[in-house]
Structure formats: C-alpha cells, structure tokens
C-alpha cells in the first residue's frame, strides 16, 4: 500500500512549490508531482519580472506583499534566487497611450501601488537610455525582477530540505476520490493523500475535470527573447503603457523581451512556437523604448503558456462541493504575486485564517440548469 500523504500538490510551479514549503513547514507530509522539471513550465520560461505595473488592481496589495517576499527571498526560501529590486517605469509615446496609463495608474495607485506620474524628461533622468520621444511615464520604486532559472533550483532544494516528496517527469493522468481523501492517477504508479491542491497551470482545466468541475482557462502564448550581453543600457525595469512591452537588463548584460505579443500553440498538444512577425514587433518596439538595443544581437527566443481565467483573476481557493480538494493558478503577472497568493492557500489549509482573502472559483463555474417539471 502506497504512503498516505496530508497533502498533494498537482503542479511544480510557482503557485504549487510555494504551496506545498509552507504545508510542509507547518506540520504536513507533502507531496508534489510535475509533468517535467520542477518549475520548469510557465514559472520557468517566463522574463521573471516583478512588477505592480502589469499587475491587476485587486492583486494590487497582494502583489506589495509577494514583492516583499521576493525582496527577501534568501530568509524564507533560503537560497538566492537572483532578485533585482529597481525602479520600473511605464512608458507612453502617444497621447493615447499617455490617457490609457495616467487611468491606470490612478487605479493601482488608489489600490496602494507607489506609483507617481512623471514627464519623458523627467523619466529620462531616471533612466538615461530611453528615448527621448516618451510624452509620459508611470514610475514605481516597487518593481524588479528574478531569475527564473534560480528560482526553480532554490524552490527545488527548499522543497527537499523540507521533507517534501518530488516526483518529476510524472504527469497526472486523473484524480480519485477514495474513503480516505484522494488517490492521484501518475504515469509512475497512484499517490494517495488526505488532501490534493491543483496547481497545474494551464492544465487546470483539464485537472477539474477529473473532479467534475467545469472550470475554463483560456491559454496565452506568450513570446520572449533575450539577448547577447551588452554594455549597460538600462537600470530599470521598462515597459509601455499598453502592455506590450517588458524590458530589463540583468548584472551579467543580457536584455530580456517581453510582453504581450503572442505566438501560437495549444494545451492539449503541449506545444507552442514563435510567430516572427510578431516577434519582430516586439523588439523594434523594445529598440524604439531603449535605442541603445539597436546594436543588440537576439541570442534566442523562446514562448511560454501563461493561464487566464474569464474575469482575468485569479483562481484560487477550495473546490466547490470536495471536501480537502483546492486550486491555485490563473494569477496575472503570476510571478510578481503568485508566492503571497499561495502562502495564504498554505494557511488556509493549515487551518489558519489568511490575511487577505483568497479568490475562490464559485464566480467562474456555470450554474446548473433548472430542472424542469
């Protein structure tokens, strides 16, 4: 008979590590299984920004607390995860644009952001290297980013000295309820626990459904590149007001690109791939924001699954109707918010009260038809 668990986790992102080191620093045997490497999915292909710029108004005071989390990421992870904490800046070029960010900003600064309207000049002194063209800006001391590669090492070892149990590579293929709590159907053989949270990303969807819950996730595709090093071109983290642009230069030269332009692919094959025009977009729009990127050479690029839900927030909470049964994914700009959002599942499973609420699901399920007679 297989080892009863007190809890497992679906998914080794993010959202799903983070859940599972604070279950188990809180008393738990904790289990993880991942269809790959730890983090090595959506939390692993992603720019690693940390920004309040990008993210949703209500994740707002969510977002500030996980930047904290970040910030001070060598006392609760215990490892370096290579965080940067710098100015970010949201640049506006047209007088569109501008009216779109000084809206925005207005809202996440009501929310609690720290961020301040500024002129393209008075930003041109915070960051020499933009453009002189920006009409506008949003400025936040509150931005940064990681490195996504260090951090799934760090969550990895973590998770270990923790006592967790790992099982990668293993994909879950099914979810069972038993007498006992759940059994979860891998490609390596059953795991059973008391309790399961589905934290598998843009498979989420598909993972409800095992518990008969139709919960739809949209998938986004989302395209990055990065480049050779170059001579320092930039201090902050740099983005445009309609969304479509992620910039930051990391200590070692390189600039990572992102943003919201999307490639193609889908869930169900587990695969996604550029689309160049798209791409090329991007980067004259990163070479219009910064010019110095002109006389970068691309080293690579690459795309990602980011999930969304309808509402665009998150989904995080128990599942409606199973008992010990919880989700988290779906988190906007996930990598700024994702570990408070998943700390506060933590203690909710722990029997605690979070400190903020969590974003249950109800919202997003279709209410069942009337039966008629």
């Known amino acids: 008979m297989s080892t009863m668990h007190d809890l497992i986790v679906i998914g080794g992102g993010i959202n799903g590590a983070t859940t599972a080191l604070f279950a188990a620093r809180g008393g738990m045997d904790v289990a993880v299984i991942d269809r790959g490497p730890l983090c090595r999915e959506a939390s692993g292909v992603n720019a690693g920004t940390l920004t309040m710029q990008m993210t ?56 609690g952001a720290p961020i301040t309207l500024i002129t393209g000049q008075q930003a041109l002194q915070i960051e020499p290297g933009l453009s002189d063209k920006a009409l506008l800006a949003g400025h936040c001391r509150v931005d940064g980013y990681a490195n996504a590669y260090l951090t799934g090492l760090a969550f990895r070892t973590a998770l270990l000295d923790a006592g967790v149990t790992l099982t990668e590579n293993n994909p879950a293929t099914d979810i069972r309820q038993t007498s006992s709590g759940f059994e979860v159907v891998t490609k390596k053989g059953p795991l059973r626990a ?6 598998g990303g843009v498979w989420i969807e598909e993972m409800m459904g095992w518990l008969g819950i139709d919960l739809p996730i949209k998938t986004l595709v989302n395209q990055l590149a990065v480049t050779e090093r170059i001579p320092t071109a930039m201090r902050t983290v740099v983005g445009i007001a309609n969304g479509l642009l992620s910039l930051k230069q990391y200590p070692h030269g390189t600039v990572v690109i992102g943003g919201g332009w999307q490639g193609s692919g889908s869930r169900e094959g587990g695969t996604c791939s550029l689309l160049p025009e798209r791409l090329v977009g991007n980067i004259r729009l990163a070479c219009h924001a910064v010019p110095a990127l002109k006389d ?76 008629q007679g």
């Open 194 to 199: 008391k309790r399961v949270v589905i934290a």
């Open 296 to 371: 970068a050479r691309l080293a690579r690029a690459w795309t990602g699954f980011e999930a969304e839900t309808r509402d665009a927030l998150p989904a995080v909470g128990p599942v409606p109707g199973i008992h010990n049964a919880y989700v988290i994914g779906s988190i906007h700009s996930g990598y700024t918010s994702g570990p408070y959002l998943a700390k506060l599942l933590a203690d909710q499973i722990l029997g605690r009260e979070p400190d903020l609420p969590l974003f249950p699901i109800d919202r997003l399920l279709k209410p069942e038809p009337l039966a």
């Open 56 to 111: 949703r108004v209500a994740l707002i005071p969510y977002a500030l607390r996980a930047h904290h989390m970040w910030a001070t990421a060598r006392e609760w992870l215990g490892h370096d995860v290579g965080v940067v904490v710098c100015d970010g800046l949201s640049l506006a070029f047209t007088e569109q644009e501008a009216e779109l960010l000084a809206f925005r900003a207005g809202k996440r600064r009501e929310a």
